[in-house]
């Protein structure tokens, strides 16, 4: 008996669908862009950027949430100016689309006020 039949072609293909239909259920399938996933742990006044390098008019869904309130906020940089789509004070959680104008690394930001857990994901 050869311990590879236990994982032949059709063991890989019901794993693979299995992967697929989860990948579905979660919003995301195969052709949309890398998902970011993230869970990260925040001390007060600490910060945490996830960045993208972003295409004019090319997008990405959100999702966060987090256990304490914090600020957050979707920028880019300029020389030495950052501008900022998107701006919100003391939020627990967020979702959205975010569409860029122009080509640029943007970065979705979270400052703690208070020790936080923040969990999502960027797709």
Known sequence: MQPMLAYGPMKRLAALGAACAASIAFGYASDSP??????????PGKTHEECVRLQAGQSRKWYWRASAPVEFNIHYHEGSEVFYPTKREDVSKGRGRFKAKVAQEY????????????????W
Request: hydrophobic letters at 45%.
């Open 107 to 122: 970065c979705w930001m979270w400052t703690a006020k208070a020790d936080a857990t923040v969990e999502g994901r960027i």
């Open 34 to 43: 890398e998902v970011q996933p993230f869970d990260l742990t925040l001390g």
